[in-house]
T-cell receptor
Framework: DAKTTQPPSMDCAEGRAANLPCNHS???????VYWYRQIHSQGPQYIIH???NNETNEMASLIITEDRKSSTLILPHATLRDTAVYYC????????????FGSGTQLTVLP | SQTIHQWPATLVQPVGSPLSLECTVE??????LYWYRQAAGRGLQLLFY??????ISSEVPQNLSASRPQDRQFILSSKKLLLSDSGFYLC????????????FGPGTRLTVL
């Protein structure tokens, strides 16, 4: 699976959009980009995934660049409960073994 | 919807003692199941995964083992715990057969003294 690079930490004001970047320059053509988050002392939670098109669900939006070498997770209106470690993961979808978690980005939403 | 039960929630064990952590899942039949460990201040490490009853794949060499005696039961064991086995143990279930969406349980926090 391709490796990803994320900033170790970010702050965001409550109510504002949080934009979390991820670099995955070695991604291959059939690898997907997945985002998970982990609130302190809980298990990770799936947020969203995409291949090459932008995606949106009730939690977030995922913007993938045209060359697929980077992506941005957008939380449109961050709340204090969005404070968590956010993981960007690149993985094939076919195999049972998957989801290699890196160190992620600690997002702190400030009041 | 998915539900994962893990017990115990917390555990304190002496070095050299045995370990048995249990995970049971509800929802999809014949799910792919996973054991992860998160050491303090570290990322998640995949320990084992299972695609069916009696089928276990180990990701890292260690003194832990896993078993899947029933379709929705996944057990993590050790004969003799080490200090380095301390951590947050998470069981997960693959919820989509096409994509790598996994649902995680509440976890067991293990402290080895």
């Amino acid at each position: 699976d391709a490796k990803t690079t994320q900033p170790p930490s970010m702050d965001c004001a409550e109510g504002r959009a949080a934009n979390l970047p991820c670099n995955h320059s070695t991604i291959s053509g059939n690898e997907y980009v997945y985002w998970y988050r982990q609130i302190h002392s809980q298990g990770p939670q799936y947020i969203i995934h995409g291949l090459k098109n932008n995606e949106t669900n009730e939690m977030a939006s995922l913007i993938i660049t045209e060359d697929r070498k980077s992506s941005t997770l957008i939380l449109p209106h961050a709340t204090l409960r969005d404070t968590a470690v956010y993981y960007c993961i690149v993985s094939y979808s076919g195999s049972a073994r998957q989801l290699t978690f890196g160190s992620g980005t600690q997002l702190t939403v400030l009041p | 919807s998915q539900t994962i039960h893990q017990w115990p929630a917390t555990l304190v064990q002496p070095v050299g003692s045995p370990l048995s952590l249990e995970c049971t899942v509800e929802g999809t039949s014949n799910p792919n199941l996973y054991w992860y460990r998160q050491a303090a201040g570290r990322g998640l490490q995949l320990l084992f995964y299972s695609v069916g009853i009696g089928q276990i794949s180990s990701e890292v060499p260690q003194n832990l083992s896993a078993s899947r005696p029933q379709d929705r039961q996944f057990i993590l064991s050790s004969k003799k715990l080490l200090l380095s086995d301390s951590g947050f143990y998470l069981c997960a279930q693959r919820v989509n057969r096409t994509y790598n969406e996994q649902f995680f349980g509440p976890g067991t926090r293990l402290t080895v003294l």
